[in-house]
């Protein structure tokens, strides 16, 4: 076997391997998965509820958490082809490549200023391709959905829950 033939299998099983474990998506969603996605969707919480989260800092802090887990739950109940949409979309927003594709930059999204965020989720609202319309009016569904699902956010809205199928006990 000639040394450049060996180089050249070498580079090509190496590259293959390596598009191979890039490509690979695992059919089950793990607990570090949900961490991932949680972290993910604590970057855009504050971009779509700006101006509706509290201004004291623990508040803020559970507020958002209590959206994370309201989120994690209303993925649940969505149709199953939904979900791998939804899937789809954060794993390709967790990786380098994903990410380049969708926002023209490999910087991480923990890593972005709150107006480097609002620029990206702006392109994607207005983009002429349907994908990053639906990847943005997803987002933003579920995280309203989620947040103003909880009793305790209705206050914004000036909401209050019907009170006449409430029995009197009087």
């Excluded at 855009?44 to 700006?50: A, H, M, R, S, V």
């Excluded at 887990?69 to 969505?78: E, F, G, K, P, R």
């Excluded at 899937?87 to 890593?111: A, N, Q, V, Y």
């Excluded at 391709?129 to 309203?144: C, F, Q, V």
Aim: some cysteine; proline content about 5%.
């Amino acid at each position: 076997m000639k040394r450049r033939t060996f180089l050249t299998g070498a580079f090509a099983g190496t590259a293959a391997l390596a598009l191979g474990v890039n490509l690979y998506v695992p059919t089950s969603s793990t607990a570090a998965d949900d961490i991932h996605h949680r972290v993910l969707f604590s970057v855009f919480i504050p971009i779509f509820l700006d101006g509706s989260l509290p201004e004291v800092a623990n508040h803020r802090e559970m507020a958002i958490n209590r959206t994370l887990d309201a989120i994690s739950q209303s993925i649940t109940h969505l149709p199953q082809a939904q979900q791998d949409e939804l899937m789809e979309l954060l794993d390709l927003l967790e990786g380098r490549f994903g990410l380049l594709l969708l926002s023209g930059s490999m910087t991480p999204l923990l890593g972005r200023e709150p107006q480097q965020l609002i620029d990206m989720l702006e392109f994607w609202r207005y983009n002429f391709l349907d994908m990053l319309k639906t990847a943005y009016s997803g987002l933003r569904e579920l995280i309203m959905a989620s947040y103003y699902a909880c009793p305790e956010h209705w206050g914004n809205l000036r909401y209050a829950k019907p009170t006449f199928l409430v029995s009197n006990a009087n």
